[in-house]
């Protein structure tokens, strides 16, 4: 069975930073995608930034392209956002998904994600 634990949530002032972790167990394929998503009140689920764990390349969102960077520990167990140069607008419930069909084309796409985490809040304050 597939867990995905995301933690690192918090609050901060714009400008800060967070960084945000993402414990994967239980899958077996060896290179997979792994995406980070958010969701605010309101909104709908929007994804930030793509991880292929085999080669390690990563997509971003325009809206985070600069200011977030992705990656994973050795083991491809764990995968991190480091968010810096934080906005009011990055404030979102923060989900980390896991899926075996890698499109760059559609990985904005939550349907392309198999399996997902509870979420862990991130609020930017002024």
């Known amino acids: 069975q597939v867990q995905m634990v995301e933690s690192g949530g918090g609050s901060v002032q714009a400008g ?12 077996t394929h060896s290179r997979v995608c792994m995406a980070w998503f958010r969701q605010a009140p309101g909104k709908e689920r929007e994804a930030v930034a793509l991880l292929y764990t085999g080669g390690g390349s990563t997509v971003y969102a325009d809206s985070v392209k ?61």
């Open 16 to 27: 800060g930073s967070l960084r945000l972790s993402c414990a994967a167990s239980g899958y």
């Open 66 to 126: 600069g200011r977030f960077a992705v990656s994973q520990d050795n083991a491809r167990s764990t995968m991190y956002l480091q968010m810096n140069s934080l906005k009011l607008e990055d404030t979102a419930m923060y989900y980390c998904a896991i899926g075996i069909l890698c499109s760059r084309s559609r990985w904005t796409e939550a349907a392309m994600y198999r399996d997902w985490g509870q979420g862990t809040q991130v609020t930017v304050s002024s």
